[in-house]
Nanobody, 118 residues
Framework: QVQLVESGGGLVQAGGSLRLSCAASTNIFSIRAMGWYRQAPGKQRELVAILYRGDGTTYADSVKGRFTVSRDNAKNTVYLQMNNLKPEDTAVYYC????????????WGNGTLVTVSS
């Protein structure tokens, strides 16, 4: 079992920045992939970013150039740095972990709310 706890959400004005954290209950060094997803009110959950074990990354087109995913293995924590935030970034942000395999996510956090005001 891997427990994930997100933090760092809040209210920010458009153009501002936030850094989300995802603390894992286990060593993240060996986890195949860590992901960030978000779900806006009335919308489906969507991919934001993925950080792979070899430090490769994937980003949704809507956040490329504004968001950066990174990790601190010593702290078992994955981060999502969000810059130049827009009102359409308002959502609950979830962290996910894929310890093995190439598809699907085995563990999810409970989410942290990000609200961007215009």
């Amino acid at each position: 079992q891997v427990q994930l706890v997100e933090s760092g959400g809040g209210l920010v004005q458009a153009g501002g920045s936030l850094r989300l954290s995802c603390a894992a209950s286990t060593n993240i060094f060996s986890i195949r992939a860590m992901g960030w997803y978000r779900q806006a009110p009335g919308k489906q959950r969507e991919l934001v970013a993925i950080l792979y074990r070899g430090d490769g990354t994937t980003y949704a087109d809507s956040v490329k150039g504004r968001f950066t995913v990174s990790r601190d293995n010593a702290k078992n924590t994955v981060y999502l740095q969000m810059n130049n935030l827009k009102p359409e970034d308002t959502a609950v942000y979830y962290c996910a972990a894929r310890p093995v395999g190439d598809r699907g996510w085995d563990y999810w956090g409970n989410g942290t709310l990000v609200t961007v005001s215009s």
